[in-house]
């Protein structure tokens, strides 16, 4: 074999173990977007929203409708990483989102399950794409949204298609797009240094962990979700509560659990749902987790 034919088929080997080493590291980063979500399904008690223990302030969904969706998008998120890989511009992006909103309203019967974790966690997985599999802080990944895509995020028109694109809009508030766009400052800010906080106060109880975390964001977010339900008023309500809740030690106090089911319930009775902040918890989880997968 000439030395022309080893060298091509050595190339040949280094460039296959490159492509393999790329579908591993989409497959990885979509597993972990998926266990982020059904973690934040998972997390209990977390005021107005679907869990295993019941369905919160929705009559549409429950905790399997929920995990139905989660399982139909999961492939789009590898999606996403692999059109990172190949720096992708935000068309592309879109619609791989796009579809993978189509996936999951056939998944769930036509119910709006994930469509704000699809944009932001669908962002940071063409994000971790663009980066692969290199180490940096959950911080630095959030940050990269803002630098790789901010502009265009911040540049596309308004959504009025959804409940909380019309509350935005009314209220003047920025939502998610405006959450993305700025590389989620209200997770590096407040979502992150919650969760850390929570596992050092629980350090054998992630849930309780995630519960400090939701409460956290509830406390400071203008959640899209809360004011299509319940206006102005009802985001004043839930803050409130939320802070309330914090300022009595959070999940370091040792009745914390009593406390947020009361939040629940009255939330429940007044058919609050923070969709928002559930969106942000599962974001959060998802950076945290990738900031310590490599």
Same mark, same amino acid.
């Given at each position: 074999? #000439? ?6 088929? @050595? #190339? &040949?080997?280094?460039?296959? &173990? ?19 979500? @059904?973690? =934040?399904? =998972?997390?209990? *008690?977390? *005021? ?9 302030? /929705? /009559? ?8 139905? #969706?989660?399982?139909? %998008? ?38 709006? !399950?994930?469509?704000?974790? %699809? ?13 692969? *599999? ?18 265009? @995020? ?7 298609? #959804?409940?909380?694109?019309? $509350?935005? +809009? ?7 797009? !405006?959450? $993305? ?14 969760? +850390? ?34 206006? $102005?008023?009802?985001?004043? +309500?839930?803050? &409130? ?5 914090? =300022? ?10 009593? +406390?947020?089911?009361?939040? /629940? ?8 749902? *923070?969709?928002?902040? !559930? ?16």
């Amino acid at each position: 074999m #000439s030395k022309l034919r080893r060298r091509g088929r @050595i #190339s &040949d080997l280094g460039l296959q &173990d490159t492509l393999n080493a790329s579908v591993l590291w989409a497959e990885r980063v979509a597993d972990l977007a998926h266990a982020a979500l @059904i973690d =934040e399904l =998972e997390t209990w *008690p977390k *005021p107005g929203l679907v869990s295993p223990v019941d369905s919160g302030s /929705h /009559h549409d969904m429950d905790a399997g409708t929920l995990r139905r #969706s989660a399982a139909a %998008i999961r492939p789009y998120f590898a999606a996403l990483v692999a059109a990172g890989r190949r720096d992708a511009g935000m068309n592309e992006l879109r619609a791989i989102g796009l579809r993978a909103e189509a996936a999951m309203l056939a998944a769930t019967g036509g119910v709006n !399950a994930h469509r704000g974790a %699809i944009f932001s966690l669908g962002l940071i997985c063409a994000g971790a794409g663009v980066a692969g *599999p290199v180490p940096a802080s959950a911080e630095a990944r959030a940050e990269a949204v803002a630098r790789l895509w901010g502009g265009a @995020i911040a540049g596309a028109p308004a959504s009025t298609d #959804s409940h909380g694109g019309r $509350a935005a +809009r009314r209220y003047g508030v920025g939502g998610a797009s !405006a959450e $993305a766009a700025a590389g989620f400052p209200t997770i590096r800010a407040v979502g992150l240094p919650a969760l +850390r906080l929570g596992r050092v106060h629980a350090p054998d109880d992630p849930e309780a962990a995630r519960v400090q975390c939701f409460f956290a964001l509830l406390a400071v977010l203008d959640d899209t979700n809360l004011l299509h339900r319940g206006g $102005a008023d009802g985001l004043t +309500r839930a803050r &409130d509560a939320a802070t309330a809740f914090l =300022e009595a030690g959070g999940i370091a106090a040792p009745d914390w659990r009593d +406390r947020a089911v009361a939040i /629940h319930r009255g939330f429940v009775a007044a058919r609050l749902s *923070p969709g928002g902040c !559930a969106d942000l918890l599962a974001t959060t989880l998802f950076l945290d987790a990738l900031s310590r997968e490599v």
